[in-house]
């Protein structure tokens, strides 16, 4: 059973008002609620509307020998609580009544709520609040999280989801103890109208608290009552735009980014259900409800950006896009792992590409691998010059933004079959780039430019779980894509020559060919050799480990080989590798310890394939040293390359004006 409280216990509440143009409602509400409640104390705060309002507030505070706090202006009713709560406190106020003017609230129920505070002043606590005419109007609100919308707690199902509701209290009528208040902060000022209740409430929660509606107190609320109604619509253009406006607000504040753009994509219907509380007539003349709609949806896009973009700002969060898209069957391993490995750092918020995430979101870096693929990736005429605008678009708006710039130097040159408008639009993304990444100490740097080194990462992990066939003895192997530049025929006219003595040697290649003619070429080569065999197929990891595994020498007879995936997917599967000899190669061997990685010079010859089958069947260490490439230093890395370019665009002094611009307008006064 509640008791209710003791007269003495009543000099601990005040009772604080924000007033906008309502006195007469102060007359008629407030009034009852003091003269039942004699010992609180009553703070009123008074937005500034005019000046006669003003002169009838202060007539009514002196009459009733209430506090007045006057505001120089409409600071919202955020900002209004806010400052009466902070004259309460200084009154010795250690609970807070915080009552709209159009609301009223008798004493029994004014006491239950301060009882439940005393009980536990670890809460915020509501009555019951119903409408004149005696309808449930508030028992309990849940925020949906998933849409943004509202719905009565009483309407909650037994097959919810946990988690997916989030209840609110409604700042009509709320108390709460001055500790919890000053605990959570108060009310947020960027809301200034509507909404404010619903943040408090998270903060509330996340800080431990709990939120509770007394069901044995009730306050009669005329709904509206405070609103200025405008033309005889039924809701006002600020009921509209501010309502629509906190929306995002809250997701910007609150939200996780799948949250963000979920509330974001449901912006526009969420408008209109907003716009039909009015009802439908106020369509007939449909300007002021409309602008508000629009102005109250477009300033939220631009609040929720700014706002979330700041919290990753103050945790050191990168929004970084990566070049290439979700990884499929088909994709590099290099390019899965990559991304799995960044998606663990805790500071980087990685997404990957496509042209809407592109050119609708906002990030921090944008970290290109091979940008060739944005412009030409061998589409017909017309819709390559579509991709190649929608590039420039993408360029420009990552110079706006002052997004910066990340380039994997993956390859040396520019490919040789594109345009020259292709040519130009990569070379302008290479002039812009504040950051190049190398897998290798032996790429040149470009001059006067930043670059860091960070090796290729390994593959074991990634094939760990795959079956391997027993090693065939003397069998030796190609896998891969088949390109011009890979030279495969030189190893099958080398293979070829080597003496027919030597039938326990064998050779597969396998992978899928460029073109019909280096398919003829190859077959050529072997002249019916039959301890050659060909695999002209698309090569699945199943299949490339199964080939590694078979082979006891893996070759890799590129004559130009700088940043070789292929030569460490076979060391990631302990499979020694012939390649060309050359300074990259040569860092590789040592780093991967005797037996592992033979070299050859110039042409590739038969002698070259049999002294490496016999090198590597000498003793040598168990598997490759591998420790230098794991994925979590790679990951570290690319975040501190990541962080060093993020410095270099906020240097620039372009990119701060731009930046400043975006800035403020996102962040722009209410209107």
């Known amino acids: 059973m509640i008791v209710l409280q003791t007269h003495d216990d009543r000099e601990h509440l005040a009772i604080v008002v924000v007033n906008f143009g309502s006195h007469r409602l102060l007359k008629r509400n407030l009034v009852r609620v003091a003269d039942e409640n ?59 009544l915080l009552l709209n003017p159009d609301a009223y609230m008798d004493a029994a129920s004014i006491d239950l709520l301060q009882r439940a505070l005393g009980i536990d002043p670890h809460r915020m606590v509501s009555p019951v609040i119903e409408t004149t005419d005696g309808e449930i109007w508030f028992d309990g609100l849940d925020l949906e999280r998933r849409t943004g919308r509202i719905t009565a707690t009483r309407h909650r199902s037994y097959t919810d989801v946990p988690g997916a509701r989030e209840m609110w ?50 306050a009669v609320h005329d709904e ?24 995002l607000l809250f997701a910007g504040l609150h939200g996780d980014r799948s949250m963000q753009r979920a509330w974001a994509l449901r912006s ?30 477009w300033d939220g896009w631009r609040v929720m950006r700014a706002v979330s973009r700041r919290a990753r700002d103050a945790d050191g969060t990168l929004v970084v896009l990566q070049s290439f898209p979700e990884p499929g069957e088909v994709t590099n391993p290099y390019i899965d792992m990559l991304k799995q490995a960044l998606e663990a750092e805790p500071d980087v918020d990685l997404r990957v590409w496509t042209w809407r995430e592109a050119l609708l979101r906002r990030h921090d870096v944008f970290h290109a691998h091979w940008p060739e693929v944005m412009v030409n990736n061998g589409n017909p005429p017309v819709k390559k010059a579509v991709r190649q605008l929608l590039f420039v678009v993408f360029f420009l708006r990552m110079k706006l933004q002052g997004t910066a710039i990340v380039r994997t130097m993956h390859n040396l040159e520019l ?17 812009h780039t504040d950051v190049f990444i190398r897998l290798n100490d032996s790429t040149p740097a470009p001059p006067g430019r930043i670059f860091l080194t960070i090796p290729h990462g390994h593959y074991r992990s990634w094939f760990e779980s795959f079956a391997r066939p ?37 050779l597969t290649v396998r992978g899928m060919p460029s073109t019909q003619a280096l398919v003829d ?28 595994a078979e082979a006891e020498l893996i070759v890799l007879p590129y004559r130009e080989m700088h940043n070789s995936g292929s030569a460490l997917v076979a060391l990631s599967l302990d499979r020694p590798v012939l390649v060309q000899d050359n300074e990259v190669n040569r860092r590789l061997s040592k780093e991967m310890g005797p037996g592992w990685v033979h070299l050859y010079r110039g042409d590739l010859t038969g002698e070259h394939v049999v002294g490496a089958i016999l090198a590597a069947r000498l003793p040598r260490s168990t598997r490759p040293n591998l420790s230098g490439r794991e994925w979590s230093g790679a990951a570290a890395s690319h975040a501190e390359a990541f962080r060093r370019a993020r410095a270099v665009a906020d240097r620039s002094p372009a990119r701060r004006w731009a930046h400043a611009v975006a800035r403020r307008l996102a962040t722009g006064a209410p209107r």
């Open 38 to 96: 004699p010992l609180a104390r009553v703070v009123v705060v008074d937005n500034f509307s005019d000046d006669a309002e003003r002169d009838a507030v202060r007539r009514l505070t002196i009459e009733q020998a209430w506090t007045l706090v006057e505001l120089p202006t409409n600071l919202g009713f955020g900002s209004g609580v806010n400052g009466g709560v902070a004259r309460a406190i200084e009154l010795g106020a250690d609970h807070l």
């Open 169 to 218: 209290l409604t700042g009509a009528a709320p108390m709460i103890s001055a500790a919890l208040w000053e605990r959570v902060g108060g009310f947020d000022d960027r809301y200034f109208l509507y909404w404010e209740d619903v943040d408090l409430s998270a903060r509330v929660r996340a800080a431990g608290a709990e939120l509770e509606v007394v069901t044995g107190a009730r």
């Open 224 to 247: 509206g009552g405070t609103q200025e109604r405008q033309l005889g619509l039924s809701k006002s253009s600020s009921y509209y735009y501010y309502n629509i406006r906190n929306r």
């Open 268 to 297: 526009v219907p969420a408008a209109y259900e907003i716009l039909l509380r009015g009802g439908r007539r106020q369509f007939l003349r449909p300007r002021r409800p409309l602008s508000a709609a629009v102005r109250g949806t």
């Open 415 to 431: 490919p040789l079959d594109i345009s020259r408008r292709e040519a130009f639009l990569l070379r302008l993304l290479e002039r």
């Open 470 to 506: 027993s090693q065939v003895p003397g069998r030796i192997s190609y896998f891969g894509m088949i390109r011009r530049y890979k030279c495969v025929e030189d190893l099958v006219s080398a293979f070829h020559a080597i003496e027919d003595a030597t039938p326990d040697l064998s």
């Open 521 to 548: 070429q190859l077959t050529s080569c072997a002249e019916g050799d039959p301890r050659i065999a060909f695999r002209f197929e698309f090569l699945s990891d199943a299949h490339l480990v199964a080939t590694a």
